[in-house]
Each structure stands twice: as C-alpha cells, then as structure tokens.
C-alpha cells in the first residue's frame, strides 16, 4: 500500500506559465515533506521541504503548499522554465526530519515546453 | 571528488552471474543507503547502515547482500538475480537521523538477463 502518493505520472506546460505539481500521503506520522527533482542519467537531488507546523514555504520560483487535514501538498513552479524539465518526486518522513527514513512517491514527469 | 559517487553506471548480468554495484561519499556522513528504483514504482528503501552497522533490511531477498566496510563505502552483491530485478539502483548518504543533507548518488542502471 503505497504511502505517498503522485497520481499523475506526467505534466506538460509552456514556459513561462505556472507547474503544479499534486502529492498525497495517507501515513498521519509523517510530518516532514520534501521534493526531490531529478535529471535522467543523475540522482534525485532536493529541491524544497515543508515541515507540518507550516503550510507554506517558498524558496525563488518553487513554492511547496501542504494542507494537512487533506494530507495533501502540491509543489508550484512559477514561472517553468524548460530546465525545470525532469521527473519530481514527492518524499515524506515522521519525526520532523530526525528520521533517515524518506518513504517516495512514484514520481511525476514535468515537461516544460519552450 | 566530492558528493555519492556509484560505480558502475550500467550493468549488464546474466541470471546466473555474481557482480557487485560500489557506492562511495566524501561528505563525512556516517549513514548509508541502497534504494531501488522500477520503472513506474516509488523509489523503495532496502537498506540503511547507520556507523557500519546495518539498521533496516525491507525484508529484501537474499540475492542482494550488501556490505558496509566502512562509513564511506558500501558495496550491494548480487547473484541469482531475476530478470524483474532489473532498475536503478541508487545509493544515497546522510548523518544518521537526519534527512538534512541527504545526498543521492548518480545510480547505476541494472539489467538482468
């Protein structure tokens, strides 16, 4: 049973327009997020995190929503560029980051067309 | 070198062959990790040695036994692999419970044949 959950495998967007990129947990123990951002032929290297006593963080272009009563975060680039075109995965842990344990998603595939 | 470096990029191994996939960092972490990437699934943890000492097995078959000499290195055999073991095997590194600066390598592709 997966834990995190990316129900979209792909997104395609123009440059310059907003990505949003959707997330779900269903583990009420998690209470860290982060996203990883990863280029074919490279591995997954992080990108943004969110801790549950927030529901916002933004950092330049990435900004990460989480709303926990729906366990739900979605991930906004704004605006996309195509070399933001990779595959995003969603990750999660308990513990406030203080567990190495990162349970991931399947991954979306993000498509910033020129 | 600097960050996770994994070796070798690509495999190629017969069902019946013995190989060994190496991860190495030089970030001073002393936790490390084997995930193992299939195509369309999640990323799935299969072992973390925290100080040499492996801490999680994720109930993975026998057929991959790692090894962890020392913080830096750690090293995943294989033999008798099956064909649906074929993916990306990555290995990643951090302080010990801790997620910040949880560093991944570049992966090596494995294909079973």
């Known amino acids: 049973d997966q834990q995190v959950k990316q129900n979209s495998p792909s997104l395609s967007v123009q440059e310059g327009r907003i990505s949003i990129l959707n997330c779900d947990y269903t583990n009420s123990m998690f209470d860290y997020f982060l996203w990883y951002k990863k280029y074919p032929a490279e591995g997954p290297t992080f990108l943004i995190s969110?801790?549950?006593?927030?529901d916002k963080n933004e950092d330049g272009r990435f900004t990460v929503f989480l709303n926990k009563s729906a366990k739900h975060l979605s991930l906004h680039i704004v605006p996309s560029q195509p070399g933001d075109s990779a595959v995003y995965f969603c990750a999660a842990t308990p513990f406030g980051g203080g567990s190495e344990k990162l349970v991931f998603g399947k991954g979306m595939k993000l498509t910033v067309n020129p | 070198e600097t960050g996770v470096t994994q070796t070798p990029r690509h495999l190629v191994m017969g069902m019946t062959n013995k190989k060994s996939l190496k991860c190495e960092q030089h970030?001073?972490?002393?936790?490390m990790y084997w995930y193992k990437q299939s195509a369309k699934k999640p990323l799935e943890l299969m072992f973390v040695?925290?100080?040499?000492?492996?801490?999680e097995n994720n109930s993975v078959p026998s057929r991959f036994s790692p090894e962890c000499p020392n913080s830096s290195h750690l090293f995943l055999h294989l033999h008798t692999l099956q064909p649906e073991d074929s993916a990306l095997y990555l290995c990643?590194?951090?302080?010990?419970?801790?997620?910040?600066?949880?560093?991944f390598g570049s992966g090596t592709r494995l294909t079973v044949v």
């Open positions: 970030l001073g972490h002393n936790a």
């Open positions: 040695y925290n100080f040499k000492e492996q801490t």
């Open positions: 990643a590194s951090s302080q010990p419970g801790a997620i910040y600066g949880y560093t």
């Open positions: 969110i801790s549950s006593i927030k």
